[in-house]
């Protein structure tokens, strides 16, 4: 075992209560995306005592720098996502949320904490460790554009450029001490679908004088199915869900319209625009021959992430000497989405998982509940191995 990885390791381990402090020090002063001033200033001023810089980016994102020898050798970006969302927490916790209504309920918390802990560990090696580490506490995963975007229209991955990026997500289905990766299409595109159907509103028992944009929309969702089912490549995973469908008529009031709301979702960037139009052009034509018409809509979430397949072996070979081939397993795709994809569209990345998860202790529940919690031991491992990670990407020519 090389004298730097146990290191690591030891320094991890040293560090994990004071990651355990700022977690839960963010955990009780969580804030909503786009409005993450505290926590940035609260960033800001844990890296400038560790004598690390820092530029401010995306509003109220964070770049820092750490040189190592060399620093001009390769650089290594590591992301970490920084807001919470708007739910009322049920934990009863010391470290409970002090703002009413918002919540840590995704880990953002642990990433931001496990993030400076990294900091804090490359910082004290950086005599041994040759290339640069640029550090990106962003804003906003959970809300549209999605602070990534933003992060990359303003520079995040020039000057210096990365030649490759990690992220982490905790896990709540891995048991605590595990991580998992992914080589390829990892996790979805998200597109929001609106669809007003447009008919002609009248009495139920004189259907012949209305347009009955109750028929006409169950007959676009159906054959929208279709366009999943019959024109997607089978080898391609896509879903397209409907959770909307409002007519606010009676049972003898046919309406004058109907909405209806859904999510598609690829991984595929050429099927999810081909898909998007097919839909389009499909729900407005059955409308028109129908009598009526249909305004299509769609709010363009997330790109689908692909992690690419190179950098994930390795850093998977290397989690597997950072902590045992036991605890590091493979990920199947999730149909979630993430604002890490963007990133992954303009470098290679490897977005993996860190396990939170523990039975005996109860904490079992699902990211974006009021009741989410991890296991912080969590925090003894991720720090450490994004380090490990990091400086093993940067040792290769
Ligand atoms: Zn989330
Ligand atoms: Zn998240």
């Known amino acids: 075992m090389s004298s730097l990885l146990k290191k690591i390791q030891e320094l991890a381990e040293q560090q994990a209560n004071a990651n355990i402090a700022t977690r839960r020090h963010l955990h009780s002063h969580p804030e909503l995306s786009f409005h993450e001033f505290e926590t940035q200033v609260y960033v800001e001023k844990q890296l400038h005592e560790l004598g690390i810089?820092?530029?401010?980016?995306?509003?109220?994102?964070?770049?820092?720098?750490?040189?190592?020898?060399?620093?001009?050798?390769k650089v290594i970006a590591l992301r970490a996502d920084m807001d919470a969302l708007p739910i009322q927490e049920t934990n009863d916790i010391p470290?409970?949320?002090?703002?009413?209504?918002?919540?840590?309920?995704?880990?953002?918390?642990?990433?931001t904490s496990s993030l400076l802990g990294t900091a804090r560990i490359l910082q004290s090696v950086k005599e041994e460790?040759?290339?640069?580490?640029?550090?990106?506490?962003?804003?906003?995963e959970e809300k549209?554009?999605?602070?990534?975007?933003?992060?990359?229209?303003?520079g995040a991955l020039h000057n210096p450029s990365p030649a490759g990026i990690l992220g982490q997500h905790v896990a709540t289905n891995i048991p605590v001490g595990k991580v998992g990766f992914?080589?390829?299409?990892?996790?979805?595109?998200?597109?929001?679908?609106?669809?007003?159907?447009?008919?002609?509103?009248?009495?139920?028992?004189?259907?012949d004088q209305c347009i009955d944009p109750i028929v006409i929309a169950s007959h676009i969702i159906i054959a929208m199915q279709q366009i999943i089912s019959r024109n997607k490549n089978p080898r391609l995973p896509s879903v397209l869900s409907f959770g909307k469908?409002?007519?606010?008529?009676?049972?003898?009031?046919?309406?004058?319209?109907?909405?209806?709301?859904?999510?598609?979702?690829?991984?595929?960037?050429?099927?999810?625009?081909?898909?998007?139009?097919?839909?389009?052009?499909?729900?407005?034509?059955?409308a028109e021959s129908m009598g009526g018409s249909c305004d299509f809509f769609v709010l363009k979430g997330y790109p689908f992430l692909k992690n690419n397949p190179e950098l994930t072996r390795r850093m998977k070979e290397a989690a597997i000497e950072y902590m045992g081939a036991d605890n590091v397993i493979d990920l199947d795709i999730w149909m979630a989405a993430e604002d890490f994809a963007f990133y992954t569209?303009?470098?290679?990345?490897?977005?993996?998982?860190?396990g939170t998860r523990n039975d005996d202790k109860g904490i079992?529940?699902?990211?974006?509940?009021?009741?989410?919690?991890?296991?912080?031991?969590?925090?003894?491992?991720?720090?450490?191995?994004?380090?490990?990670?990091?400086?093993?990407?940067?040792?290769?020519?």
Not at 129 to 140: C, D, M, S, V
Not at 182 to 207: I, N
Not at 372 to 387: R, Y
């Open 95 to 111: 470290y409970k949320s002090q703002n009413p209504g918002v919540m840590h309920a995704c880990g953002h918390d642990v990433h």
């Open 245 to 286: 469908f409002i007519a606010e008529g009676a049972t003898n009031v046919i309406p004058n319209e109907v909405k209806i709301e859904g999510t598609f979702r690829a991984m595929d960037e050429e099927w999810r625009a081909d898909g998007l139009a097919k839909m389009k052009k499909l729900a407005e034509g059955i």
């Open 53 to 73: 810089p820092t530029q401010r980016i995306a509003n109220t994102g964070v770049i820092a720098i750490i040189e190592g020898k060399n620093p001009a050798k």
């Open 129 to 140: 460790f040759e290339g640069t580490i640029k550090l990106l506490f962003q804003p906003a």
């Open 364 to 397: 079992v529940n699902g990211v974006h509940t009021p009741n989410f919690n991890i296991d912080e031991k969590a925090l003894h491992v991720g720090p450490g191995l994004m380090a490990w990670l990091a400086i093993q990407e940067l040792s290769l020519a």
């Open 144 to 154: 549209a554009p999605g602070g990534a975007s933003i992060m990359i229209q303003e």
């Open 345 to 354: 569209h303009h470098v290679d990345a490897c977005f993996y998982r860190l």
């Open 182 to 207: 992914r080589e390829g299409m990892y996790m979805a595109s998200a597109d929001e679908l609106y669809l007003t159907v447009k008919g002609k509103g009248g009495h139920g028992a004189m259907p």
